[in-house]
């Protein structure tokens, strides 16, 4: 147990309006949407920090024609989200949750701008997945929370999660969206320098008096404002309390049974048990029904050490769960390729190759044949899908650059402009050569396959172009390259000794598969009828997106939104059935 979790828990009481079981971007947005109601409730966390997934991920919340991007003067309405999500996402247009997503997304944001401390802003360019078909737009649909200032947290600051170690510099100072190409030219514009030495100068301050850098943006920024808005609005959140069992009284989901801090109690929710404990990523016995084997168990998301998900839960009394059967191709999770290594401390962990390296111009993924098989541009979903669908040759697969690519962009947890990368080959996790014929030994693949491969890459990049695969062929795939490198932002020749490799996997980056609910998040029993007093939201739910990518953000947005959605009919719904429960004077 770590320094933070022997801070002090706030009291428990046994009676409350809403409990919440989970303290992610879904399990927060439902909090504070009861608290503003002026309900009692309480957040149950399994570990000991507060932000879940939420906390270390790229903060992109994807909602279509929000009032965001309508002030910022970019086009957008419902008509076309439908129609781009018609091609998206199969069956979209039946399904009554992307009506209510759609229809309820900007209404969310407009709540939590108005009573919480979530503050969200347009991206104005960061195109759709598909940005060529039909309704896509090249931005403003995803929004980002504005960056936070951790120490309004006061010390409650040490309980948020930190985000992942490898996003970060120096050892905890974040990084912004837009930061990242200024800190690129930092050896060729003095502009950049000094922003950069600025950056530095007021990281060097803040790690005076905190454990890391407080200057918060992306997942790290909106978990600490969900933070921040249900604290301010009085919600306890109990941390080291893992929900293990619901309470139930005539079919109808009355409370909850919680471990906390060795203990088990019983608390007692009048209106709801609101399930957001970020899905079964972790829960191999579950999980085991939706990916395959081969696919292999990593997944990129935050391990609660819980022993029961939401999903189990929900399972428990009788909810209705995304039928099982492993899907080929991986359907039922969300994919990005990650890396695996080692930390410091001997703990394993992984990388997520999300959008730091694939794109940049200079770099191809090799199948275990020394193979291309990929547009390596593409969205780490597809990219991760690609190698599902053909797991035999392409688990893993190989990221393959040259050293002036690993200077100026970086290769997975290997940062740009790292001077000495010896460590990295030995431990193993870059292999390196100074010839392709030597790179192929280290990465075990033919050899002359590989010099193939490598040539006839090399030979149309000199122009700037891929005909094998059409690396930079869209907007969204430049959007990811390098727009300081021309004519196409993706392709570059891989040519400059040392060459290196790392070994990417598939790893889910949350799950699609979960509790089916209705539009309103009300948790389904298996004859397809509501289960009073549950209600299910995040990754717990079988996601709206059913299993595909459109768009930065479409798991957070929906979090967010279904959070709000469920709230809003919670402490709406009629209790006079259950008044069993004397309300606390
Ligand atoms: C590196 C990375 C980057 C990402 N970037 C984005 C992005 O930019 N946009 C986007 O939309 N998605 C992104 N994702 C995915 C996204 O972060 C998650 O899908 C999302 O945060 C899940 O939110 P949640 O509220 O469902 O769960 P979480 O945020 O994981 O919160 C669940 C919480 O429940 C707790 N819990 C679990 N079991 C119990 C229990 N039994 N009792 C009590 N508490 C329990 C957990 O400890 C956890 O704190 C990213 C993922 C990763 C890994």
Redesign the pocket.
């Known amino acids: 147990m770590t320094q933070m979790a022997r801070a002090a828990n706030p009291e428990v009481g046994h009676l409350y309006d809403v409990i919440v ?7 927060l947005a439902a909090a504070a949407t009861a608290a503003v109601d002026g309900r009692r409730v309480l957040v ?4 000991d920090r507060v ?4 906390a ?5 919340v ?1 909602i279509p024609a929000n009032c965001k991007m309508r002030e910022a003067g970019l086009p957008d309405s419902a008509d076309a989200a439908r129609e781009y999500l018609r091609q998206t996402v199969p069956d979209s247009e039946h399904d009554p949750r992307m009506s209510a997503f759609l229809a309820r997304g900007d209404e969310a944001i407009r709540f939590f701008e108005q009573h919480t401390a979530v503050k969200l802003r347009p991206v104005r360019r960061y195109p759709d997945y598909y940005p060529d078909l039909p309704g896509a737009t090249a931005g403003g649909r995803v929004l980002e929370p504005l960056p936070f200032d951790g120490r309004a947290l006061g010390e409650d600051f040490a309980l948020l999660r930190d985000p ?1 170690p490898e996003l970060t510099l120096f050892n905890g100072m974040m990084i912004s969206r837009e930061d990242i190409p200024v800190l690129r030219r930092v050896g060729r514009s003095p502009g950049a320098a000094w922003h950069t030495a600025k950056l530095v100068a007021r990281y060097g301050t803040q790690r005076l008096r905190h454990h890391r850098g407080t200057s918060l943006v992306l ?1 790290n920024a909106l978990a600490a404002r969900l933070y921040k808005s249900v604290r301010d609005l009085g919600v306890p959140i109990v941390r080291n ?3 293990v069992g619901l309470e139930t009284s005539d079919g109808r989901v009355i409370g909850v049974r919680a471990d906390i801090d060795g203990r088990t109690v019983s608390l007692r929710a009048d209106r709801a048990v609101i399930l ?4 079964v990523s972790h829960h191999h016995d579950l999980r085991r029904d939706y990916v395959p084997t081969w696919a292999g168990d990593r997944s ?3 391990a ?1 050490g ?1 022993d ?2 939401g999903v189990h839960l929900a399972r428990d009394v009788g909810a209705q769960l995304t039928p099982a059967s492993s899907s080929v191709d991986g359907a039922f999770a969300l994919w990005v390729p990650v890396s695996q290594f080692k930390r410091a401390d001997g703990s394993p962990a992984v990388f ?1 190759h ?1 959008v730091t390296d694939r794109a940049k111009p200079g770099i191809v993924a090799v199948n275990k044949e020394g193979r291309r098989f990929v547009n390596e541009a593409v969205s780490y979903h597809e990219f991760g899908r690609a190698q599902l669908r053909d797991p035999a040759r392409a688990i893993p697969a190989w990221l393959v650059c040259d050293s002036r690519f690993l200077w100026k962009y970086g290769l997975g947890r290997v940062r740009p402009f790292t001077l000495a990368v010896s460590r990295e080959v030995q431990t193993g996790y870059l292999k390196r050569s100074t010839t392709f014929e030597g790179l192929a030994q280290a990465i075990g693949v033919p050899g002359d396959a590989f010099a193939d491969t490598m040539r006839t890459y090399n030979v149309a990049a000199e122009r700037g172009e891929d005909p094998q695969f059409g690396r930079g062929s869209n907007i969204y795939q430049r959007h990811l390259g390098d727009a300081d490198h021309q004519p196409n932002p993706c392709v570059a020749p891989i040519e400059r000794a040392p060459f290196y490799a790392v070994a990417v996997y598939p790893a889910d ?2 799950m699609a598969a979960g509790i089916v609910t209705d539009e309103f998040a009300r948790v389904l029993n298996r004859e397809g009828r509501p289960i009073d007093g549950l209600y299910a939201c ?3 739910m079988q996601s709206v997106m059913n299993g595909q990518y459109p768009g ?6 929906p ?1 967010l939104v279904f959070g709000y959605v469920a709230a809003t009919h919670a402490v709406q719904a009629d209790t006079n059935r259950h008044s069993s429960f004397a309300r606390p004077a």
């Not at 079981?21 to 399990?27: E, H």
């Open positions: 079981v989970g303290s992610g971007a879904a399990g149950l966390e399994a570990t932000g879940g997934t939420t270390i991920s790229g903060g992109m994807w992942l997942g309390a893992s929900v957001a404990t970020g899905g990129a998301t935050v609660s819980a029961r998900s997520p999300i980056l949350g995040g990754n717990d930065p953000g479409i798991t957070i947005g979090a």
